[in-house]
């Protein structure tokens, strides 16, 4: 069964600083993954995708992920933090060939203080 | 071009009663999935509707039912409602293998 684990609940940094969000897959076949923000009452939007082309995806905001099948991770990161990225993030899974369900994690909320 | 909108923005009910969700895709997508959101969760499916039928189900009771329409809209209808069933309702829409797009929610309060 797919299965999608965030390590750390919350996760803070300073404003110029890296970010680093983690996240840990289980599937049996070769998956499609996302990283989604959720800012405060508003639903989810999408920052990038990996659909099994390039191992690095570049997503919006300067986010980017790195799909590392050996380690089954794809953790999002971002090198300079802005107050703007405090919100609450979540990597999902879904398999590929399936109807579209998505799985997602649990969620890390990132704090960005001065 | 509108996104993904739903309605109501905010719902208030109490237990026993039944309740109803709308949501309208993104122009151009035919495929609707309904999430719930709990307080400090991940979203979790509970179905998604395409050509107006229920393709592919969670793990909900079957006091979640929904409907999609010919223009591709879609409810969640929910019964019986319960202390637990007060979360965040999200719909997504997409079309095909692309990505889904989410609106902003209901958020269903239960007294």
């Known amino acids: 069964a797919q299965s999608v684990t965030q390590l750390g609940s919350h996760v803070s940094v300073s404003e110029g600083a890296l970010v680093l969000l983690r996240c840990n897959y289980s599937?049996?076949?070769?998956?499609?993954l996302f990283w989604y923000v959720q800012y405060p009452n508003q639903g989810l939007q999408l920052l990038l995708k990996?659909?099994?082309?390039?191992?690095l995806v570049k997503g919006i905001n300067g986010f980017e992920a790195e799909f590392k099948k050996s380690e089954t991770s794809f953790h999002l990161t971002k090198p300079s933090a802005h107050m703007s990225d405090a919100a609450e993030y979540f990597c999902?899974?879904?398999?590929?060939?399936?109807?579209?369900?998505?799985?997602f994690g649990a969620g890390t909320r990132l704090a960005v203080h001065p | 071009d509108a996104g993904v909108t739903q309605s109501p923005t905010h719902l208030i009910k109490t237990r026993g009663q039944q309740v109803t969700l709308r949501c309208s895709p993104k122009s151009g997508h035919d495929t609707v999935s309904w999430y719930q959101q709990a307080l400090g969760q991940g979203p979790q499916f509970i179905f998604q509707?395409?050509?107006?039928?229920?393709?592919q189900r969670g793990n909900f009771p079957d006091r979640f039912s929904g409907h999609q329409f010919p223009n591709y809209s879609s409810e969640l209808n929910v019964n019986a409602l319960l202390l637990g069933d007060s979360a965040l309702y999200l719909c997504?829409?997409?079309?095909?293998?692309?990505?889904?797009?989410f609106g902003d929610g209901t958020r269903l309060s239960i007294l």
């Open positions: 599937s049996s076949v070769p998956p499609y």
């Open positions: 990996y659909t099994s082309a390039a191992t």
């Open positions: 999902a899974v879904r398999l590929s060939g399936g109807y579209n369900k998505l799985i």
């Open positions: 997504a829409s997409s079309s095909g293998p692309q990505p889904q797009h």
């Open positions: 509707y395409y050509e107006e039928e229920e393709r």
